[in-house]
């Protein structure tokens, strides 16, 4: 550690999204300090990060909501900017256990804004998601589709709904002080993939919710088909349309969104769609993986899922023009990542009989 560099605070580093960003801000020459409490995340994905970009990267096992702790990073490193991906994700859990929803994810934002404020760092990327638009056919027509920044918030579950509440609440710290904090909201809409180094990537506690990693483990034999909800939407095979981005893609957005809060002089507080524009339904994603796997994988149509909506899909124009920032990879780039990442990981961080060691 030296007392004159600056860093970037990466919470959540450990993280599927958190750790592949690190990587980018490592190669972008950042020097990074990651804190993450490891609820849904293993100490492995930082060292396999270490090892990758062949830089030691302090790493602290703490919860965000402990302000103390926090605190001290603080003092021990010179803090320029923060990159928050701490945050519980899962969508049906937050409908079960919303309290520890709003606990984790809002007020473990709001310990972190107020460490950072004490320490006189008022520059924070967030990562925000499609999930506070809700479902944009309440519009009764096509007019939020594709969806731009503008589209009303109308969050459906206690996970979107405590999103919308930390925006919301960065947007009154920056209009309490509008020329210091410089606040940008990342939307992300459907992340997918891997490194293509194939050393990290996407490791679910338990069954997986989402759709590539539900099929990665079919893949893999570690389940026996996929499930797929619903083939009666409004779409050209029946299933629902989302925005898949590569992971990738999605990491270089954050290095664009800190370029952009670093040339701006005064403070500011702007939202950003992170994805791709295009549109995939399900099945498009199932040939896509399949193709990358080489054989069709098992699947049967089910019923719907609760609350799953025909079409998200992302209107990046803003993020194209502003951030000079633009999803470059495919669909198909994705799933042959996320298959090499599933073969060489077959059940993911975790190694029998071999452990990652700190980079020194
Ligand atoms: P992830 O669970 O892999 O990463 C989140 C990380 O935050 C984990 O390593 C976890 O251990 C850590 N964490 C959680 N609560 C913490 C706390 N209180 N203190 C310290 N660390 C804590 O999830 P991800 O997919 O990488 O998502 C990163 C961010 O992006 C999250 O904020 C998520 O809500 C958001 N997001 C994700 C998606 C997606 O589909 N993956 C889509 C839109 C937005
Ligand atoms: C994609 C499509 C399913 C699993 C979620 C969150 C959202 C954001 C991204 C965090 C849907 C279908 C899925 C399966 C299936 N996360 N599917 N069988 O629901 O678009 O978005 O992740 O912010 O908030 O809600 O992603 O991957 O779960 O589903 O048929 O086993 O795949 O119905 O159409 P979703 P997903």
């Known amino acids: 550690m030296s007392s004159q560099q600056e860093y970037i605070l990466v919470t959540g580093g450990a993280g599927y999204i958190g750790s592949h960003t690190v990587v980018e801000l490592v190669n972008s020459g950042q020097n990074v300090v990651i804190v993450d409490s490891l609820v849904n995340s293993s100490y492995d994905a930082v060292a396999r990060v270490e090892f990758l970009t062949q830089t030691a990267i302090p790493f602290f096992d703490i ?30 859990e937050s409908t079960q256990i919303p309290l520890s929803y709003y606990d984790n994810n809002v007020n473990g934002t709001i310990s972190l804004l107020n460490v950072m404020k004490e320490n006189k760092v008022k520059s924070i990327v967030f990562s925000s998601s499609a999930t506070v638009y809700g479902d944009v056919t309440r519009f009764g027509d096509n007019s939020m589709i594709p969806i731009p ?51 990290i990537g996407e490791d679910p506690l338990g069954t997986p919710n989402n759709l590539l990693p539900y099929l990665a483990q079919v893949a893999i034999g570690r389940r026996e088909k996929l499930s797929i909800f ?46 791709t524009g295009k549109g995939s339904t399900v099945f498009d994603v199932y040939h896509a993986f399949s193709k990358a796997v080489g054989k069709e994988l098992p699947y049967e149509v089910v019923a719907r899922r609760a609350g799953d909506v025909l ?19 495919s669909i198909e780039q994705a799933c042959a990542d996320l298959w090499k ?3 060489q990981n077959p059940t993911g961080f975790k190694v029998e009989g071999y452990e990652w060691k700190k980079f020194e």
């Open 149 to 199: 920044e503008n589209c009303p918030s109308d969050p459906t579950n206690p996970y979107g709904r405590s999103k919308f509440m930390i925006e919301s609440i960065l947007k009154d710290i920056h209009s309490s002080d509008e020329s210091n904090w410089k606040v940008a909201i990342l939307r992300y809409f459907n992340p997918i993939g891997a490194h293509p180094s194939g050393l």
């Open 341 to 343: 990442w599933t073969v």
């Open 63 to 92: 919860d965000i909501r402990d302000s103390e702790k926090l605190s001290e990073v603080f003092k021990q490193y010179k803090i320029k900017g923060v990159v928050h991906f701490a945050s519980l994700k899962a969508v049906g």
């Open 230 to 275: 619903g083939n009666d939407y409004a779409s050209h095979d029946g299933t629902p349309i989302r925005d898949y981005i590569h992971v990738v893609d999605l990491a270089k957005g954050h290095i664009a969104a800190l370029g952009y809060l670093a040339k701006n002089t005064g403070g500011l507080y702007r939202e950003w769609n992170l994805g």
């Open 311 to 329: 079409d998200l899909t992302a209107n990046p124009a803003r993020a194209n023009k502003e951030l000079e920032w633009k999803a470059e990879l």
